[in-house]
């Protein structure tokens, strides 16, 4: 019993080391929230953020990126810049990088000059990117979904994914595709340069969850395909080295089958495992039937009811249903026939 307290408590002890030595930050010093974007962490990048704390610290920034900022930090991510990134900036980036750190660029289409500056995210990354092996390319293009998504660090348990107005990106030999759009073009890559990991994507709106600034008109990209499993395993990547399948942690759960037992019962097999709190007329209903108590176990929810059901077709509605990593099901409508016992 005691060897298996202290195994425990070296294996908290490791796990918080982690979390607080392996810290993400993510760049909202060149007017990432511009016009209609707001690509930071209290805004539509918030779920983004979110999923990282599972695994990382994660911090943001408005400053200038210096070495010595960056040396805190074992990842920058930059969302789709709409200011330029000075001289000094380019080259901390890409020390920062050669030093053993990882960056993630995000990028959007072409003309996406929000702030009306002259400078779009493509030209501002394409300053320096360059030293890397890669560049984005001057187009827009826009495909749902993705399929053709290659075996690579970053995309495991990755099937589809969306690009909803972007660019394309051009590589050299050394940087490696991992997702393509159906013309050929490279829309998600990867690579090494000195002792650190990149990766470059040519959209922003992947990782918008739909939430931000009253007024902005976001769109939810998180939720849809696996976007965020990418967005996760990439990060990953930058900060280990390891690939991994982060699905767990972001994908919310889904009913997987529906039993009825009795006339009185009914019972919802999710794909993981879900918390206990569930609320009756809010996290779950049965139109034209009243739920007398529910009860949770690991990934069964079971509904007792008032009344018994009468034979005839029924609609289980859910929503807002909490897995145990706090990814929230949207609402759900699935249909169901009691035919009686």
């Not at 408590?9 to 760049?27: G, K």
Request: charged share 20%; aromatic share 12%.
């Amino acid at each position: 019993m005691l060897r298996k307290v202290i195994v425990t408590f070296t294996l908290l002890i490791l796990i918080t080391f982690f979390v607080f030595a392996t810290s993400v930050l993510f760049d909202a010093g060149h007017a990432q929230s511009a016009g209609n974007a707001d690509w930071n962490v209290n805004g539509a990048y918030s779920d983004f953020a979110q999923a990282l704390r599972n695994f990382f610290g994660v911090d943001q920034t408005y400053h200038w990126l210096t070495p010595t900022l960056l040396e805190k930090y074992s990842v920058l991510i930059i969302p789709e810049p709409n200011d330029p990134f000075s001289p000094e900036e380019q080259q901390a980036i890409l020390q920062f990088i050669h030093n053993g750190g990882g960056v993630f660029f995000i990028a959007d289409h072409e003309g996406a000059d929000r702030n009306h500056n002259g400078w779009d995210a493509v030209s501002i990354f394409d300053e320096f990117v360059g030293t890397l092996g890669f560049h984005f390319n001057h187009d827009t293009m826009s495909e749902y979904p993705i399929k053709y998504i290659k075996p690579s660090p970053i995309t495991l348990g990755v099937k589809r994914i969306g690009e909803w107005g972007g660019c394309t990106l051009s590589l050299s030999k050394n940087v490696h595709p991992a997702v393509k759009l159906y013309t050929g073009q490279v829309y998600v890559a990867y690579g090494e340069y000195g002792k650190g990991r990149f990766v470059a994507i040519g959209d922003s709106s992947p990782f918008d969850d739909g939430t931000g600034t009253f007024g902005k008109e976001l769109y939810d990209g998180w939720h849809t395909g696996d976007d965020s499993v990418i967005a996760v395993n990439s990060v990953y990547w930058l900060a280990t080295g390891k690939a991994t399948d982060t699905a767990i942690y972001v994908i919310p759960p889904k009913i997987s089958k529906i039993s009825i037992p009795s006339s009185k019962k009914v019972v919802v097999y999710f794909n993981k495992t879900i918390r206990a709190f569930i609320v009756p007329g809010v996290n779950v209903a049965i139109p034209g039937m009243k739920i007398e108590r529910t009860s949770v176990n690991g990934n069964i929810l079971t509904i007792i009811l008032l009344q018994p059901l009468k034979k005839g077709k029924y609609t289980l509605i859910t929503r807002d249903i909490l897995d145990l990593y706090g990814n929230s099901s949207p609402m759900n409508s699935i249909h169901f026939e009691y035919r009686g016992k």
